[in-house]
Every structure is written in C-alpha cells, then in structure tokens.
C-alpha cells in the first residue's frame, strides 16, 4: 500500500502548494478540499494502515514516524550500517519505513535468505525501478537483469565460460594486468627515486580491472592502465562518478528529473552512450570471431560456442543479448573487483602486522615476484594454494562487501521467518549488515581478523556470507572475482608497502550510498617500494 500512495502524496502536496500561490478568490474551497484530502491520505497511509492494517504490522519494527520514515538515519551512515544495530536490537526480520510509509523488509534471518536466494529466487525479483538502473548501463537482457525460465537458460549456458577450468585457463591473463600494473608503479610513479608517495589506489583499480575483463571476457585489449583517455575507461569513469550528487538518487525515485537540462543527466547519457557503442563494437568482434580456434579462450568465446550447440533456435542469444551480456559483464565484472581491491588494499594499509604476514606467505610460495624480471605469467602458481592468501582476501570481503545491499520484491503471497509476505512487498538484504553480524560470526564480528577463516563459530551459516549471494541469481563471476583479487593482492603486497595517508583522514573510508560500495573521494594510500 506504502508505494501505491507515495505518488499519491507527492502530488496532492504539490497541488496543495500551487493552488496556495494563487490569490484568486474563487480558489479557497478547493484548496481547502485538496488540503484536507491531503491530510487525510497522510493520516491513513503513514498511521492507520501501517500500525493498524498492514499485513506486516506483527514484524518488530524499528522505532519512527513513517511520514518521513527513517531516511535521515539511512542516509547519515553508509549503505546497510544501521540494519546493523537494527537486527541486532529487534531480531532478525525487521521493518523500517521510508517516507510517506512505505514500508521495507530487512531480512537477516537464515531460513528466510535461504527462501530468497536459494529456494523461490523468481519470487523475489528485483524491484521494476532497481531493473531499471541496471538496465541502463549494463543492458535490459543480460544476466543481472533478467528473470525466471529466460534467467535460468542463460545462466545454464554462462557457466562453462565462468567454470573453474576456465577461470584457471585465464589466470595468465590475471597475471600479465596484475604485473604490468605493479610494473607501472615501479617505473613511472617511483621513477624520481622517491622512497614513496600517495597513490589513489582505487583508480588503478579500475583501469586493471577493466583491462582484465576486456581480455579475460572478450579477448580484447584496451589497455587503460597506459592510456587512462581509453574511451571505455572516461565512460565508466563518468558513469560511476565518485563527484556525488544527490541528483543522482533523486532521479532513481522520481524519473521525471532525468529529463531536466542538468549536467548529471547530460553526463549519464553521454557516458551510456559509449558504453553502449564499444560493447557493440566488441560484440560485433566475438561474432566475427571463430569460437572453435584453441586460442580463444576467453569467456564470451567459450558462451558463443555453446550458444551455436543449442539445437533450438529460440534458445539461442541474439545479437542484442549478447551486447548486453557484453554490457554486464564489462560494468558489473570490473566495478566490483576493482572496489573490492581498493578496500582490500586499505584494510592491509591499517593493520599492518597482517599486511606483513602476507607478503611474507607470498614470497614464500612465489620468491620471483621480488624480482621482476623473473616473474613470467604461464610459469607463476595457482593463488588458491596459499592458505593465508585465502583467509586475506574472504576477509576482505566479508567485512567491506562491494556490493553493500540489494533490493527485492515479492511477487506472490509467501512467508518469511512465519511472517506472511503479500506481493508486492520490498525486501531489503542488508548485506554489509548481516557479514558483520555477532549471532553470524561471533562478538568479534566488527574486527578485521583473517584468522577467524580457519576457525569458524558454530553459529556460522552459508548465509553469513552474503558478498557474492547465494542461489541461482548469487554472482556467476565468483570464482573469476576471487581468483583475480588474490593475483592483484599477490603482485602489489609482494612489491609494495601499503600505509595510511593521515592527510585523508576518515575521508579515505568514505563510501557512496550506491548498489555498489565505491569509495566517495577514491582511496589514496602511502606506498613503498619493498
């Protein structure tokens, strides 16, 4: 009911305060029904339906006014922080409100994630104005987007692309990005002899990320790290803006706004555009391409082989659905990684003992990457082999997720934690909340402890680790995320010593309120030549 009326609201205020500009005399009686039909809407839609109506009323809710919700509380912390206090105080499925009382589902019980992700995932699709979003960047047919049978055949023919065999028959192309980036910073950004010097770390990030995925993806190479003006490289950048705005959420709520004459709206055109055209280009080069020759190992190859198996026309993806395949892989396959990486890199910088501890693993398994000259991408070790490289980077994970939350809606009649659950309802999983949860993890579950992978609570469950969801809509990239923060951590930490710039402050652990937790002015760390 809370989001059938917000529209309602929004436009009987506004009448409202027109019709209170007017002077004209034959006007009060009007404004006088406009306003008490606003008032009593208000009353009704942010009091009595949802403390006395709701079929959501029984589920312990967070203390508020929903005529105003709990957005100042939501928005004064980073995504998904409050959900924390909230489930620790009222339990593991609590409601909260945005304005105009809209109600919202936070969910960290396990049986209900487990009903979420894993058992009736298409009943809980993403919200239309979430699918929106994602749409215009990384495309309405591709895999975060779609749903149900289309959803469940496409993931079926992605997974020999994203298999472990294939994922280590890419671990060389990992490696070349990974070294050339270390390589970069030892040659040019060390090159006055310095014995070390700020770095924003999260724009290197970005630029390896997306030479991986370009590569590893789709066999081609755009080499951003030696050309930062690569026009794949300025869209995404403008896209994925760190410069905040807070027209850049208002237009998400009220659409209405993206078709105003603003500089916001100009950008994010101007930055879909390209994207669109260069994911059309590479789309056009993997349809151009020969699938079947051995060297094509990339993952989109090794899709378009199994997509030309299928013996039902209609099974096969069109030309359209693999460019925005080609969307979704180049947006939601570097952007994380390289948030993750940065966050990563910052963890190691504030604790240093355990950054020492993994540079000492490392060349302990791999002693040539001390020495650049002998570090040759086919000869160089399967990262999973190192123990405490494992424990490093699941913690890194678990305690700054990329993805900080996500948002779906129920399509049908079910029960969440015995709580029923009508159609249309959003569920909020707070994901950032529930990797930090102490009835999950223990009462040191706000420590950065890599330790702690070796040795887990009994109240752990597969649950507690919602960084890459779990199920059939959970991150098909996983394995190809993971693998490749471990060869980046594995030729930076090796190299280089990591420290916090005290400049920066609190500033270096701002983040974005965004689906995905980028840091708000980059991260920028003293580093050292080893």
């Known amino acids: ?62 203390p508020g006014n929903p005529l105003w919700g709990h957005i100042f509380t939501l928005f004064r912390e980073e995504a998904a922080v409050p959900h924390r206090a909230w489930h620790q105080k009222y339990g593991n499925l609590v409601r909260f409100f945005l304005p105009f009382g809209l109600e919202i589902i936070s969910v960290a019980d396990d049986g209900a994630l487990k009903s979420i992700t ?25 895999l975060l987007t779609t749903q149900g049978e289309t959803h469940t055949l496409q993931r079926k023919m992605m997974a020999l692309g994203f298999s472990i065999n294939s994922i280590g028959s890419l671990s060389p192309i990992f490696w070349e990005k990974a070294l050339s980036l270390a390589d970069i910073w030892r040659q040019e950004t060390f090159s006055r002899g310095e014995g070390g010097k700020t770095v924003d770390v999260f724009e290197w990030s970005t630029r390896v990320t997306l030479d991986i995925i370009c590569e590893g993806g789709f066999g081609v190479n755009i080499d951003s790290l030696r050309n930062p003006k690569a026009p794949l490289h300025k869209a995404y950048r403008l896209a994925f803006s760190t410069d905040y705005n807070i027209l850049q959420d208002l237009r ?23 994207i669109k055209e260069e994911a059309a280009q590479i789309a056009d080069h993997q349809h151009e391409s020969n699938p079947s020759v051995p060297g094509n190992k990339d993952i989109m190859s090794l899709v378009i082989k199994t997509n030309k198996r299928l013996t ?78 494992d424990s490093v980077t699941r913690e890194c994970l678990r305690f700054m997720p990329p993805v900080p939350f996500t ?20 569920i909020f999983v707070p994901i950032h909340a529930i990797n930090r949860l102490p009835s999950y993890w223990g009462p040191d579950a706000d420590v950065f402890n890599p330790e702690r992978w070796s040795n887990l609570p009994p109240e ?37 010593d990591f420290g916090v710039d005290e400049m920066m ?26």
């Not at 993206?258 to 390209?274: E, M, T």
Request: glycine content about 6%.
């Open 1 to 62: 009911m809370g989001h059938v009326s917000i529209p309602l609201n929004i436009a009987l205020v506004g009448l409202w305060v027109i019709l209170s500009q007017w002077s004209d005399v034959s006007l009060p009686s009007l404004k006088t029904w406009v306003g008490i039909l606003t008032s009593i809407n208000l009353i009704y839609c942010c009091w009595i339906y949802p403390f006395y109506l709701s079929p959501l009323r029984r589920i312990p809710t967070v």
């Open 118 to 142: 894993a058992t009736h995932p298409y009943n809980f699709p993403y919200p239309p104005i979430i699918g929106r979003e994602l749409g215009k960047i990384l495309g309405k047919r591709g």
């Open 252 to 274: 998400k709520i009220f659409g209405l706004l993206s078709y105003l004459p603003l500089r916001v709206n100009s950008d994010a055109v101007h930055s879909r555009q390209i």
């Open 312 to 389: 039902v026309p209609d099974d096969r993806i069109t030309a359209e659905t693999l460019e925005d395949h080609v969307r979704t892989f180049l947006g939601a396959g570097h952007d994380t990684t390289a948030t993750a990486t940065a966050w990563s890199l910052l963890l190691l910088a504030k604790h240093p003992n355990i950054q020492t501890k993994l540079r000492n693993e490392i060349l302990e398994h791999m002693p040539f990457l001390s020495s650049p000259e002998n570090a040759r991408p086919e000869d160089l070790p399967d990262p999973d082999h190192l123990p405490y490289l």
């Open 407 to 426: 948002l779906r809606q129920s399509c049908v009649p079910t029960h969440l934690a015995s709580h029923p659950i009508p159609p249309g309802t959003f």
């Open 460 to 496: 752990w469950t597969n649950n507690a680790y919602m960084t890459f969801s779990q199920g059939p809509k959970g991150c098909i990239g996983r394995k190809f995320a993971e693998t490749e923060l471990k060869i980046l951590l594995c030729c930076l930490v090796a190299r280089f």
């Open 505 to 530: 402050g609190k500033a270096a652990d701002r983040k974005m309120w965004r689906l995905v937790h980028r840091p708000k002015w980059g991260v920028k760390l003293k580093v050292a030549l080893i």
